[in-house]
């Protein structure tokens, strides 16, 4: 007798899409930024990524191998913690601290937790946290070495305006990944060209940001778009903030994230003592996802009604 009807529970629908091939489109994503990177700040750039990146792998596969786990790094998303965490650093940086880094992103934040899809905030982001808070030499950014870069401090610990152009160009001093505006688009772009990301929360976000220091600065666009190119705003709502698994599923919820973490961000800018407030506010509102879910979730037909 041929079954007619097949129970199981759900999804009943597959898209296809493998883990591996999300986390290979993310890393596509980060190639201009990458190369923009290298281009700006030098072969030191590519070192520090690839330190990160193999540092992020090895961790991921001898913690497998020591508790006798299935291997992961196959899905790329170790890859992708690495090179984002690279990005996030500047060329100069010493690299056994790329490697603790490393560390704590790998084996504190995701496999202790139970690994990918487990953790319950980012592990780049909380590694960068981590190494801000722990090593002071995160603080003093790289120099570009491309001719006519502005170098010393980032546009946001400097007194002295960069122009739009080489904010958009990434012609200052800032972590490798973070400079270049266009780059981080283009990797937008193709994000959403994949359909890997929304547009909710990298919009919401950055529009937040664009908003409020629009109305601290009396109407100044300048200097809202100068705010929204400067730091690690692009990568930070384009990147991180947009991780599956530490960020709202329901389309309200990536809009509530957008928007506590623009704010965030914008508070600490102005009257916190970092001058860059976008990991704070993303590990912040990571913390918040569950809630977030909780408070936006759709409601099952048929259930929560009134009883007779």
Known sequence: MNKQLTLSASPHIHSGRTT?????DVLIALLPATVAGAIIFGWRALLVVAVTVAACVGFEALYNLLMKKEQTVDDLSAAVTGLLLGLNLPANIELWQCVIGALF???VVK???GGLGCNPVNPAITARVFMLIAFGSMVTVSDPVVVDAVSGATPLSSEVATPLTK???GLHGGAIGETCAAALLVGLAYLLVRRVITWHIPTVFVGTVFIATLLTEGMDFTAALAA????GLLIGAIFMATDYVTSPVTAWGKVIFGVGAGLI???IRYFGVYPEGVSFAILFMNILTPYIDSWTKHKIFGVGGKKA
């Open 265 to 267: 961000t914008f508070l």
């Open 111 to 113: 496999c202790l937790f």
């Open 20 to 24: 591996s091939r999300i986390m290979l």
């Open 167 to 169: 904010l958009a160009l």
């Open 228 to 231: 929204i190119l400067s730091g």
């Open 105 to 107: 992103a790998i084996i």
